[in-house]
C-alpha cells in the first residue's frame, strides 16, 4: 500500500516532487537536530489522488492521516481537542517550487469554544487564547470556507475604534471573546451552519482546502507565467503549533540569510513582537529589523544566526527562513532557498564561488535567467531624473525605475495598460491583484514591508516596487490619494525606483541599464560554458547597438518591412504598391533604394563586422495601406490619384486570411524587383562599411516564408544573380550567404530538399506556431483562456516553445537540413528565442544560434550556458 | 557520349520515356515490317538538353541530327535540298504522353524555291509542288516565327473568292505559285527577313519551335490537368514526307481500329483525298467516312484494316492512327492507343476481356478514373427533354448532355462562368480556347469532324461537345449566329446533347447518370480487386442515397453547418449565437435539436445501415450572422434586439484570419451545450432509425480541428458523457465511436497522443494542406497563376494531394495512430478523396478508407482497385 503521509522525522528531505519544498526542507531540519516543532506531511501524491477521485480525500488516505496524527499526539504528548493537553496545529501547503502568495495557510487549528478555555488556563493567559482563536475563525472562514475576508477585518476595526486602540495587541482578552462572538455569529450568518467544533473536521476541512487552492485562478496563472506542471500537486504540512503571541517574551518573524534586495552577506530580516507570522507577512503592523534581535535577545539571536549559517551552508544557497519564538524558546517554521532580486542572485552566486560554496558552473545553474530581465528594465535618464522632485521615500522592494500613468486597481491597470504605461498603486496588494501587477511598470504601495505580498511578488515577476510608503494618504474611496500635498487621480503621471525606495512626481524618462559587475562576471562564466551563439532580432542601429552592449554576437532577424513603414519612405512604398507595370514599379523602388542602403550601413556598423541577417520584405502589401474611405481618399489626393482608382487598388489587395495570403517570398515571386532592390541596398551597404571600416561583413539575405524547395530557388536565384551583378558592378569582393526562415510546416517536413538552396535556416516558430496549431495569435486570444480555465493548455505556445508539436518539426528540419548540408546554419528568430526553456530546447536539438529582441540577449547566453551544462554538446 | 538521335529503327518502341509516344511507336511499326516512311527520333533528353543549355541545341546534339540526317538521305536516296531528288521531312513533336493539339507539326520541310520546282517536275504536278510549298510557309511562319496565322488565311480566302472556287483543291498551279509568292511577301513584312532558304536552316529551326512548344502556355495548362511532370521534355520526329495531296489517287487520313465515342468493334475514321494531313484534322473540308474507302479502294482499305487489327493485337487495345496514300500506296504515318469518350472505354476493356485480349486487372488499369466523370455528368431529365424542341443534329463528338447561357469566345465563358451555367459556342476551336472549354458545360462547333480539335479536347476532359454543326450560320463578328431562323446572341440559352449530336433550343434540365452495362460490369471487377473502402461525402438523404447508388460504402464527411445554414434553422442559430449565457444557449439549441435529429435520421436511412461519420459543427461563428449595417438592421429588428447590441456581438465575432481562428472544436470548447446537443442529435436518430429500420447503426461522431489530445480529450468526454445519458434515457442499446480529423499539422505530429482517445482519424486534407503550406485557399488565387507560370507548381495541391508535404504528414499520422491503437480507421475526407492519384497515395499509406463528393465515388473505386492492382496490400 502507498504511503501518503509522513512524520517529518519520516521523510526524505531530498525528495521536494513527494514532499514539497516545505515539508522535505522541515524534514530536513529535524534530521539537522534543529528546534522544528514537529509534525506530518500529506504528500503530492495525496493531493493528485485526491482530484482523480473527484475533489475527495479517499477512505485510504484519511485513515493514514488519522493514524499520523495519532502518532504526532504521542510524540508530543498532546491531543487534538483535548481538555488537559491540547494540540494545537498549523495547517499549510508546500509545493514542489514556492509558489508565494498562492496557496493558502492556517493557523491555531484545534481551538474551540472548550479549548480556547483550557488553553486560557494552560497558557494563563486568556488573551492570547482568544487572539489565538479569533484569528483560527478567520483564517478558517476565509481560506477553508472562502468568505469575504473583509466582513470580519471589518468587525475587528470597529471593536478597535471603539475601544480606541492602534493595534489588535492592545485588545483585551474580553475584547477578543467578544469578537470571537461576533465572528462565530458571522460565520452562522454566512455559512448557514455553526463554526464547526470538532477538530478532526477542522483538521479534514483543512487538508482540502489547501489541496482545493492548488486549483484556484491566481495559482493556475502563477503556474503559467513560471512554467509549473499542474500535475504536480501541492504536499499539506501538518505541524504543531507554537506561540508567538503569548505575550512579550514571544514573537515571530522572517529572515533571509543574505539580503535579498542586494546580495549582501548578512541575516537580513523582520519579526514582531507578540504576534503570529501572519502579522508580519501581512504588512499591516510595521514590524522591527532582525539586527533589533540582537539587542532584545542576543541568545536567540545568536542560535538564529548560526542556524542560519548552517542551513545556508548544508542548502549552498541563501535562505528565506520562518521561527517563532515561544516564551523565549526558538523554533524553526521553515526554510527555503530565498527569493531574491536579480541583482542580489548575482551577487550571492558569485560571492558564494568566491567563498568557494560552490562551483562557477553552480553558480550559473542558480540563476533563473528570466529574473536578469529585472536588471535590463529601464533605469532612470540620469538627465531627467536631475529636474525630479522627490515627494517621498519608502522601502526599495524590488528593483527597476518605473513611470507612467497611475491606476488603482488592477482590473484598471490591465485595461490602461493596453494603450499606455501604467504603475499600480494600492493601499496593500492582495493575490487578486496579480495579473495588474504583470502589466504594470511597476507597484506602489501604502502599506506593508520588504517580505509583505507586493515585494515579494513584484521581485518574482522583475518588476519595480516600492512598498510601505505610509506618506500616501488614501482618500475613502480608493480613487485618490494625496501626497507632498498634492491629490494624485487615475491617470496621473508618477515614477519611482524599487531599488532607492524614492517617489517622484511627474514622468522621469527611464533608459535601458548596463552589464557590469556580478552581472558581468556571470555573463563572462555564462559565455565560456555555452555552446550556442546569441543574436539578436534588430531593425534599426539603435537596437543593434543595444544589443551588441548585451553581448550579442550579430543580428539574427532584421526586418525590412519596419523600415518601409518610417514615415518618410511610406508614400515611396504606396507609390509602389499602386504601380501597374514593372517599369513604374522599379522607378519607385529606386526612390527606397538609398534609404535601405542607409539602413542597413548603420545596422552594419552597429555590430561591429558581426554577421547580419536580413530578412526580405515579409508582410502582405495591404498592411501598407489605409483602409477607411476618408483615409484613401486624403491618400488618393496626396498621390495625384482617383478615389475610384485607389480604393479599387486596395480592395483587390484585401485578403481573408492575410496570415496565409499573397506575404513573404510570394512577394518576391510576384515582384521580383522588390527582392531585387533589396539585395542592391544589403551588398552595397556590405561593401561600402567593409571599404570604410575595414570589416569583412558577410551579409546574410534571409527569404520569408518558403513553403517548397522551387519557390526558395527561384527567388535565390533572382537575389544571387543581382547580388553577383552589384558586387561586379562595384567591382568589390564580397561574400554573402541566401538563406531562408523555416516558419510554414511544409519547409520543415521537406527541409532536406530547400537545404540544397539554402545556405541557412532560421526557425520563425512565431509563425511555425500558428501554422502548426492552426491557429492565429490575433485570433486566438478569444479562445485560449476558456483553454487555460480548462487545463486544455497549461502554457501559451508563442511565450514557450511548444516542444512536442512544433518542436518536432523543428528537430525534423534541422536533421534534414544537416544531411542534406552538413555545415548548414540553423538559428531561431521567433520570440521563442529569448525564452530559457526555448533556448534549452534549441541546444538539444542542435542549432547554432538563437536571436531575441536586445533585452534578452543576456538572458538567452545565461540559459544557453545552464543548457550546455546540463546537456553538454 | 550520350546518343541524343536514333533511326527509326534503331529506337526501343518501349521506351516512350526516350522516344515520346510517336516515335516509340514509329519504331514498333517499323520493326512489325509496316510501310512507315523511315526518319530518324530526337530523344526527349535533347529536349531537356535545350533547357538545361538555355534553350539552345548544343554542338554535340546538332552533330548527332547532321549524322543521322545523313543515313535518312542515304537509306531513302534523297537529300535534304537536292536539285535531283530532294527530301522532304515533317517535323513532329512526341512526348511521352500524347498532348494533342498541344505540340506542334510541320510538314513539307525541304520545299524552297528551287526545290519547287524540282519537285513540279518530279511529280510532273506544279499543282501540288506550289500546295506543298505554301502550305508549308504558312506552317513555318505560323508554328516556327510564331507569326499571325489568320494574315495567311486571309490571303487564301482572298484569293479562293477572286477565283470564284469554294476549296483550295480547286485552285491551280497559277494561283498557288502567286499565292506563295504573296505568302513569301508578308513573311519578309513580319519577319524583316526572307524565308529562309537552306532546308538545313529550316529543319534546325523547326526542331527549337518544337522543343519551345514544350513550355507554351497551353502545354503547361494542359500538363496542369494531366499531372504531367514538365521534366519529361519532347522528343522530336523527323519523318520523309509522303503525300497525299498528289492527286486524286493520294489521300490521307486518320481512323480508329474501334469507334471511340462507343467504342464498337468496327474501324472508324475519316479520309480526304488529294489533301495532307491538317486538312483532315482542322475541320476546314469535311472528310469522307473510312468505310467508304472500302468502295473507292479496296485492296487499300483491306491492308489498313488488317494493319489496325495487328497494331491493336500488338498493343492490346484500341489505336489511333495516321495514315497516307501517295499515288494508291499505303504509309502509316503513326499509331498510338487512342483516346476515347469514358463510355468508349469502359466497352474497349470489358470487349478485349471478352475477346480474351486482356485479364480483368488489366481491363481495370486500361480506364483513366478521371475519364468516368464523363458518364456521371448530367443527362437531361426525361420530362424535361419532352418539351425539347431540336433546332439541329451535328456529331455526338464527346458525351453528356449540356446546357446553359452562350458564350462565344474562351475570355467569355470563362468570365461568365464564374456565376453561371456556359456552353461554348465555337466556328471551331484552336488550342487558345482550352481553359473556356474547361469552365463550360459543353462545348457545340460550326465546323470540325470527329477528330477535330473541339470533339478530341472535349473528350479528354469529359466535357459534352457536339461538333460540325454546319447549320450554324455565324454573324460575321461572331457575336451571334442564326439557327433554325432564330438569332442567338450571347447569354441566350440553348441545350445540346453529345452522346446523340442533337442540339435543343432553350433550357433542358439535366440530372445525373446511372451505372450499369460495361460501366457495372468494370465497377464490379474494381470492387473485386479494391482494398480501399470509398465512402462519401454527404450532407443530405439526396446526396447520400446519390452516392449509395454510386456504391458508397457509407458517409465518411457528413458536415452539420450545411443543416445549420437552412432558411428554416438559420434564426434559431442567430438566436443561439447571440445568447449572452448558457441557459439563454441551450434553450435555443432545443429548437435545434429535432431539425438536426430528422436530418441524421434521413441520412441514415439512406445509406441503409452503413456507417455515417457525422462532423460537429465547424465554422467560425461569424458566417452566420450578417455584415453590413443594412442587413444588421432589419436582424436586429427580427430578432427583437437593438441595432447597437447585435452589431456589438457581431463585431467581437470579427476574426482577422477566420481559417485559423474560433471554429471547430474549439466552439466546443466554448460551448459544450452545442456539442451536447448535437451528441444527443445523432444519438436519438440512430436509436430511432435502428428501431424503425433493423439496421445495426453504430454512427461515428467527428470532431473537427484538433490540435491537442488535451482539447480532444475535453471534448470527447463532454460528447462520451451526453451519448451514455442519451442512450440510457431511451432504454437503448448503442455502440458508437468519436474520432477526429486530422487536418492541423500538430494533430498529424502528435496523433500518437490523439488517438490513446480518438477512435477513428479522418484526414480533412484541405484544411491540413492550407496549413502545412500557409497558404488560405481564399487567397492563394491570387498568386498562384504566378507560381505555375514560373514552374514553381505544377499541379494544384487542392486538387492533388501533395505528397511530399502534407503526404508527409498524413503517413507519419498514420504511423503514429496505429502504434497506439491498431484497429484505427484511417480515412480521408478532403476533396483529394475522389483523385486518382490521392486514392493511390492514400492505399499505400495504409487507409482504411476515401471519402469523396458523391459523383467522384465511382472514380475512386476504380482509383483503389488500380491502387491495390499495383500495389497489393
Known amino acids: 500500500m502507498k504511503q501518503y503521509v509522513y512524520l517529518f522525522k519520516e521523510s526524505d528531505g531530498k525528495n521536494k516532487a513527494l514532499f514539497g519544498g516545505k515539508g522535505a526542507n522541515l524534514a530536513e531540519m529535524t534530521n539537522l537536530g534543529m528546534p522544528v516543532p514537529q509534525g506530518f506531511t500529506i504528500t503530492t501524491e495525496a493531493c493528485t489522488q485526491y482530484y482523480v477521485d473527484g475533489r475527495k480525500i479517499n477512505d485510504e488516505i484519511m485513515a493514514q492521516i488519522e493514524k499520523k496524527l495519532a502518532e504526532l499526539e504521542a510524540m508530543t504528548g498532546k491531543k487534538l481537542g483535548d481538555m488537559q493537553n491540547p494540540l494545537l496545529v498549523s495547517v499549510r501547503s508546500g509545493a ?62 470597529k471593536v478597535k475604534a471603539e475601544k480606541g486602540v492602534q493595534f489588535d495587541k492592545d485588545l483585551t482578552a474580553e475584547d477578543l471573546k467578544g469578537i470571537v462572538k461576533m465572528f462565530k455569529d458571522l460565520y452562522l450568518k ?65 529572515a533571509f540569510s543574505r539580503n535579498p534586495a542586494t546580495g549582501e552577506n548578512v541575516l537580513y530580516g523582520e519579526y514582531l513582537m507578540n504576534a503570529q507570522g501572519e502579522d508580519v507577512v501581512a504588512g499591516i503592523r ?83 535567467p528570466k ?53 499600480l498603486v494600492r493601499l496593500e496588494t492582495s493575490p487578486e491583484d496579480i495579473e495588474g501587477m504583470a502589466v504594470s511598470q511597476g507597484v506602489l504601495t501604502a502599506r506593508g514591508g520588504m517580505t509583505s505580498h507586493a515585494a515579494v511578488v513584484a521581485r518574482g515577476m522583475g518588476t519595480a516596487c516600492v512598498a510601505g510608503c505610509s506618506a500616501i494618504k488614501f482618500a475613502e474611496d480608493e480613487k485618490s490619494f494625496t501626497l507632498a500635498g498634492k491629490t494624485y487621480v487615475e491617470g496621473d503621471e508618477i515614477s519611482f525606483d524599487g531599488s532607492t525606495g524614492k517617489v517622484y512626481d511627474g514622468l522621469i524618462k527611464t533608459e535601458p541599464a548596463k552589464i557590469s559587475g556580478e552581472f558581468a562576471t556571470i555573463m563572462e562564466w555564462a559565455d565560456k560554458y555555452r555552446a550556442l551563439k546569441v543574436r539578436t532580432n534588430a531593425d534599426n542601429p539603435k537596437d543593434a547597438k543595444n544589443a551588441f552592449n548585451f553581448g550579442a554576437e550579430g543580428v539574427g532577424l532584421c526586418r525590412t518591412e519596419h523600415m518601409f513603414f518610417e514615415a518618410d519612405r511610406i508614400p515611396a512604398v504606396r507609390e509602389m504598391i499602386v504601380s501597374s507595370t514593372v517599369e513604374e514599379r522599379k522607378k519607385t523602388l529606386e526612390k527606397l533604394l538609398p534609404m535601405q542602403r542607409e539602413d542597413f550601413k548603420g545596422i552594419y556598423k552597429a555590430m561591429e563586422g ?40 486596395i480592395a483587390d489587395l484585401h485578403e481573408f486570411n492575410p496570415m496565409m495570403g499573397h506575404r513573404g517570398l510570394r512577394l518576391a515571386v510576384t515582384y521580383p524587383e522588390i527582392a531585387e532592390m533589396q539585395t542592391q541596398a544589403v551588398i552595397e551597404a556590405a561593401i561600402a562599411v567593409n571599404k570604410e571600416c575595414g570589416y569583412n561583413i558577410v551579409p546574410e539575405i534571409m527569404i520569408p516564408l518558403t513553403c517548397d524547395w522551387k519557390e526558395f530557388k527561384y527567388v535565390r536565384d533572382v537575389v544571387a544573380a543581382k547580388a553577383d551583378e552589384t558586387i561586379k558592378a562595384n567591382g568589390a569582393n564580397l561574400t554573402y550567404k541566401i538563406g531562408t526562415m523555416i516558419e510554414i510546416p511544409r519547409a520543415a517536413l521537406t ?43 497549461e502554457s501559451d505556445p508563442f511565450a514557450r516553445l511548444d516542444q512536442n508539436g512544433v518542436g518536432k518539426l523543428v528537430e525534423m528540419a534541422a536533421r534534414l537540413g544537416k544531411e542534406t548540408r552538413p555545415d548548414i546554419k540553423l538559428g531561431i528568430c521567433g520570440e521563442h528565442g529569448g525564452d530559457p526553456s526555448s533556448v534549452e530546447f534549441c541546444h538539444k536539438a542542435g542549432l547554432t544560434y538563437v536571436s531575441c529582441s536586445p533585452f534578452r540577449v543576456p538572458i538567452a547566453r545565461l540559459a544557453a550556458a545552464q543548457a550546455n551544462i546540463k546537456n553538454p554538446r
Chains 1, 2 share one sequence.
Not at 97 to 103: A, E, I, L, Q, R
Not at 190 to 218: H, M, T, Y
Open 190 to 254: 454566512a455559512q448557514g451552519e455553526e463554526f464547526p467544533q470538532d477538530p478532526k473536521v477542522q483538521l479534514i476541512e483543512a487538508v482540502k482546502a489547501v489541496f482545493r487552492s492548488w486549483d484556484n485562478d491566481r495559482a493556475n496563472v502563477y503556474r503559467r507565467m513560471h512554467d509549473i506542471p499542474y500535475e504536480w500537486g501541492t504536499a499539506v504540512n501538518v505541524q504543531s503549533m507554537v506561540f508567538g503571541n503569548l505575550g512579550e517574551t514571544s514573537g515571530t518573524g522572517v
Open 371 to 423: 529574473q536578469l530581465d529585472a536588471l535590463l528594465h529601464p533605469q532612470f535618464e540620469a538627465e531627467s531624473l536631475k529636474k525630479g522632485v522627490v515627494i517621498a521615500e519608502a522601502l526599495p522592494a524590488s528593483p527597476g525605475a518605473a513611470c507612467g500613468k497611475i491606476a488603482f486597481t488592477a482590473e484598471r491597470a490591465k485595461e490602461m495598460a493596453a494603450t499606455e504605461k501604467v504603475v
Open 610 to 649: 558581426n554577421p547580419v541577417t536580413i530578412r526580405f520584405l515579409d508582410p502582405p502589401l495591404h498592411e501598407f495601406v489605409p483602409h477607411d474611405d476618408a483615409d484613401i481618399k486624403a491618400l488618393a489626393q496626396e498621390m495625384g490619384l482617383t478615389f475610384e482608382r485607389l480604393k479599387s487598388t
Open 286 to 368: 510595521t514590524p522591527l529589523p532582525i539586527s533589533t534581535l540582537a539587542e532584545q535577545n542576543p541568545e536567540v539571536y545568536k542560535q538564529f544566526a548560526d542556524i542560519a549559517k548552517k542551513l545556508e551552508q548544508h542548502n549552498k544557497d541563501m535562505q528565506d527562513m520562518e521561527f517563532t519564538i515561544e516564551n523565549g524558546k526558538l523554533y524553526m517554521l521553515q526554510t527555503r532557498n530565498g527569493k531574491r532580486t536579480a541583482k542580489a542572485a548575482l551577487k550571492v552566486a558569485v560571492d558564494l564561488v568566491k567563498e568557494g560554496m560552490i562551483t562557477e558552473k553552480e553558480a550559473i545553474m542558480m540563476i533563473d
Open 96 to 157: 514542489r517550487v514556492s509558489m508565494p502568495g498562492m496557496m493558502d495557510t492556517i493557523l491555531n487549528l484545534g481551538l474551540n469554544d472548550e479549548v480556547v478555555e483550557v488553553m486560557a488556563r494552560l497558557t494563563n493567559n486568556p488573551r492570547f487564547a482568544y487572539d489565538s482563536y479569533r484569528r483560527f475563525i478567520q483564517m478558517f472562514s476565509d481560506v477553508v470556507m472562502q468568505q469575504e475576508k473583509s466582513k470580519y477585518e471589518r468587525i475587528l476595526d
Open 751 to 793: 527541409a532536406d530538399e530547400v537545404a540544397k538552396y539554402a545556405e541557412f535556416f532560421s526557425f520563425g516558430t512565431n509563425d511555425l506556431t500558428q501554422m502548426t496549431y492552426g491557429f492565429s495569435r490575433d485570433d486566438a486570444g478569444k479562445f485560449l483562456d476558456v483553454y487555460y480555465t480548462k487545463k486544455i493548455f
